[in-house]
Each structure stands twice: as C-alpha cells, then as structure tokens.
C-alpha cells in the first residue's frame, strides 16, 4: 500500500502580526528560521520519500517572499503539489494583491489558503481578502478561505461578509492552544461523533518534525507527537515512525471517541470535548499514555 505524505513546513515562525488566538506562536520574542539553502535541500530530499503535497505554514510565509518562491518553485519542479497559508497582508490593493498572486502561480504554486477570523482582521483589513481572492481567480490560482470560528454569535457578521462577496470558505474550528489556551470555552455537545483526526505531520524551522501540526506540538508532558530532529534522522525515517505508530494509527482510523471510551471515559463526558481538547486528555497525561501502550493489542480488538 501506497502511503499518502503530505506535511506542513514551517520555513519560519516569524509573523508581521500578533493575533489573539495564534496556536502557531507561543508568548515569545523568539522567531526562528531555516536557511534557504537547507530548505530548498529538505524538499530535495521530500521529493525523494514521495512526499507529494507541502503547505507552506507556521508564521507568516510571505513575509519571506522570494524565499517562498524558490521554494515553490523546488516544490513544482519535483512534481509535488504546493499550498501557501497566508494571512493577505500584501493584498492591501489590488495591484499589490496581483503582483503576489501572479508570482506565485508563475514559480508553480498550487493553491493559496486565506486565513480569515475576527482575530486575524483586527490587522488586516477584510478587503485584503476580497483582493486576493480576486487576484487568484485572475490568474487561475487555486484558492480557498480559512474562516477560523468560535462558533459566537460574534462571527456572523464575518460570515456574512464572506457570502456577501462570493467567497470561497470553509469554518474551521477555533483550537483552544497556543495563545487561544486560556480562552473562555462555551460548552459543546456533540452527537458522539468518531473523532478521527487526518494528522498532518509539521517540520519547525528547528528542524523538529512532529505528527500534528495542531494542538498536539504543545502536548508538552508527554512529547507525543515529537517524532525526532532531522539533524539526527532522515526525513524517510521520521515519517516511517510516524507510519508506524500503533497509537497513532489508531486516532486516525478508530478515532479519539472510541479510544477514550476504551480508556474509561464516560459516555456523557466525552460529548462534551472537543477533538483536540479529548486528544490532550488521552495523550498528553502521562498516566493515560502509559495505560494506552501498555494495552495497545486489546484496543485493537475494541472495535464493532
Ligand atoms: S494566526 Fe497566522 S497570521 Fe495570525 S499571528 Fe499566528 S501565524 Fe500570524
Ligand atoms: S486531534 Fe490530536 S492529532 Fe488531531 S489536530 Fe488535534 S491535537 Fe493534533
């Protein structure tokens, strides 16, 4: 069986602005990133593990322009596709919006991902997003909005805008981490929902790989995810372990509900989590952890 590999590469942690809600960045004057030259290698070496999608995430890629481009560019040449995440700052007009668009989609980007959110637009202003929106369909740029919600009643008027100007958009959950941890949380109840999670593995600018890109690199206590360095392994080793992991594959495809009530947790409390808080609680306690290795053949067998 062909394995899928895709990954979020973090060229940089550095970000033009400071949203309220950012689980990329912790309360830290530290930005770290890659050299150039390493990084077009690492792709180099991607390519050569079947890695065939890479999203260009973590800070604010853009803020490193041609870099992203070369990179891109590496990206396309090897047949992989690419993605960047951008919070649109150099969409303030039109012509600026163009001008970005069209060098990426001419170094061979794939896709452009827009982040949007009443948190990103306090300092970006919405019409950026319209304008490279825009610019996208111009220069035939595959692209979709990222509209990263609470839920609150609050976020209507942001929706409303998104459908107001035809937009492109997907909500995506607020994940309460990083800088969003200490947030109020309003009560949810799901329908006991699997809670399957895809797992898209991240490279830091340190060169850490870990098998979330998510909530689960601040899984602290436990190092969970923490796959390795490549300053110690190659890239083909971190993702075999990644490919491996029993625990692992099993949030991908039995799900964090079931595996939570295998642990013991109550029914009623688990429609209470969401994903990645009932992930926290399975595989960032030591406790819980240990118990979960220590019983992985009879959870192979707790299954319809
Ligand atoms: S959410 Fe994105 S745009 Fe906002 S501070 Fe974090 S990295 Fe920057
Ligand atoms: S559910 Fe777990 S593995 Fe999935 S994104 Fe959340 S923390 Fe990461």
């Known amino acids: 069986m062909t394995t ?13 602005i400071k949203c309220g809600h950012c689980v990329a960045a912790e309360d830290t004057t ?23 999608g890479i999203s260009f995430s973590a800070g604010e890629p853009l803020i490193f322009f041609s870099d992203i481009c070369k990179l891109v560019r590496r990206c396309h040449e090897n047949g992989i596709y690419s993605r ?31 982040s949007y959110s009443r948190w990103h637009q306090a300092h970006v202003h919405r019409n950026n997003i319209v ?21 609150s009643k609050e976020d209507d008027a942001f929706e409303q805008f998104l459908r107001d100007n035809n937009l492109k958009f997907f909500p995506e959950p607020l994940i309460y981490s990083g800088r969003a941890e200490t947030f109020t949380r309003p009560d949810i109840f799901t329908d006991y929902q699997p809670n399957t999670c895809a797992m898209n593995p991240y490279l830091s600018p340190e060169l850490d790989m870990f098998a979330c890109c998510d909530a689960g690199m601040h899984f602290t206590k436990t190092g969970f995810f923490h796959l390795g360095n490549l300053k110690d392994h190659s ?18 495809t039995m799900g964090l ?48």
């Open 4 to 16: 899928v590999r895709n990954i979020a590469f973090g060229y940089s942690t550095t970000c033009n």
């Open 30 to 52: 530290h930005h770290a990133k890659m050299d150039i030259q390493h990084a077009e290698a690492i792709i180099e070496e991607m390519a050569g593990c079947n890695v065939t």
């Open 84 to 114: 960047v995440v951008t919070n649109c700052f150099r969409a303030k007009t039109p012509e600026h919006s163009d001008n970005t668009v069209s060098e990426l989609k001419q170094n061979g980007l794939s896709q452009l991902r827009i």
């Open 131 to 151: 304008n490279a929106a825009a610019s996208c369909q111009k220069y035939g740029l595959d692209y979709f909005i990222s509209f990263i919600t609470d839920f």
């Open 235 to 252: 890239i083909d080793a971190l993702f075999e372990k990644k490919e491996k992991n029993t625990l692992y594959n099993f949030i991908r």
């Open 257 to 304: 509900t079931t595996i939570a009530s295998f642990l013991g947790f109550k029914a009623r409390d688990i429609v209470k989590f969401r994903k990645c808080e009932l992930c926290e609680k399975l595989f960032n306690s030591p406790e819980n952890l240990a118990a979960l290795k220590q019983s992985e053949s009879e959870l192979a067998y707790w299954k319809r």
